[in-house]
């Protein structure tokens, strides 16, 4: 059994926070191209220093944010900023295989490859090949991949499913590699994604909570688990994702920290199998640490 866990996004510890900046249009539009290069340089600097703080926490795992506000966008268009940044991007990839870090991307609400509109279809392709681009760019191991959902659901669950295949087996080989597919709570369960994958290969993210609020099929979530696990080949770790209900509040509605006894029963639960879990809570990187401390080497 091997397992690492990680968290998401940005670390506060006491009053120092690394965070990653965004900006509006307006500011593009006012200051220009100038403004968009310091914020990208402060991003992966930001990076760089959540990896260092990752190593030094015994923490394995991290989901960066989004660290190029708008370079998807027309405005930017004329501006290739894995170009401009390539001697930086290459020294945070070499950081993370130096630290062991394994690092991954969850793709915007807005990318949705099974949408019935070409034009959304077509911004999400784009999305998703600057996700594998980026990861190509930092040379990372196959593992570090972006994380996607199927989408809604128009037309039926069955036509935006074969939507989404068509599309998937449409990006080039690079980009496919890079792609990574997660159940929902509400529309596409953990057997719908397993249908696509079956006629794609892509490897499922098992989300145990998305699990246990929307399983019409009323899978074992252990047994789900061994079934997602066995989608991802050559030697790759699995990835799952855990997060758990806030009490008191509506069901699917996530908790700001976790709940460690029905974590603790989890994972012993699927002691048998390895993988590693991306923690989705408000507090992630604090608590990360507690669950690296009570959990790792179970």
């Not at 991290?62 to 930017?76: A, E, N, Q, V």
């Amino acid at each position: 059994m091997s397992r690492r866990f990680g968290f998401v996004s940005n670390v506060v510890i006491d009053e120092q926070k690394y965070y990653m900046k965004s900006m509006k249009l307006a500011t593009i539009e006012k200051r220009g191209l100038e403004k968009v290069i310091e914020i990208y340089k402060e991003n992966i600097q930001t990076t760089c220093d959540t990896i260092r703080y990752c190593k030094n926490n015994g923490i394995k795992f991290y989901r960066m944010g989004d660290l190029f506000p708008f370079h998807t966008h027309k405005i930017l268009s004329g501006f290739n900023y894995l170009e401009h940044f390539d001697n930086e991007i290459y020294e945070l990839g070499q950081l993370a295989k130096f630290t062991n870090t394994r690092l991954s991307i969850h793709s915007s609400p807005f990318c949705v490859l099974s949408s019935v509109n070409t034009e959304t279809v077509k911004r999400a392709v784009v999305e998703i090949k600057h996700h594998a681009d980026f990861m190509n760019k930092m040379e990372l191991p196959p593992s570090n991949r972006a994380v996607v959902h199927v989408g809604g659901a128009e037309g039926g669950k069955e036509a935006a499913k074969k939507r989404f295949v068509y599309t998937f087996n449409n990006l080039s080989p690079e980009t496919q590699s890079r792609i990574v597919l997660e159940n929902d709570d509400k529309i596409h369960s953990f057997k719908d994604v397993e249908d696509i994958h079956k006629l794609t290969g892509v490897p499922i993210v098992l989300d145990i909570f998305h699990l246990r609020c929307y399983n019409p099929e009323k899978i074992d979530e252990v047994e789900a688990l061994a079934r997602a696990c066995t989608t991802w080949k050559n030697g790759e770790m699995p990835e799952i994702h855990y997060s758990s209900q806030e009490p008191e509040k509506v069901k699917g509605s996530h908790s700001a920290t976790l709940n460690f006894e029905e974590l603790a029963l989890f994972l012993k639960k699927v002691a048998h199998l390895s993988f590693d879990v991306m923690l989705e809570t408000k507090g992630t990187n604090q608590v990360a640490e507690r669950v690296v401390r009570e959990f790792e080497n179970d």
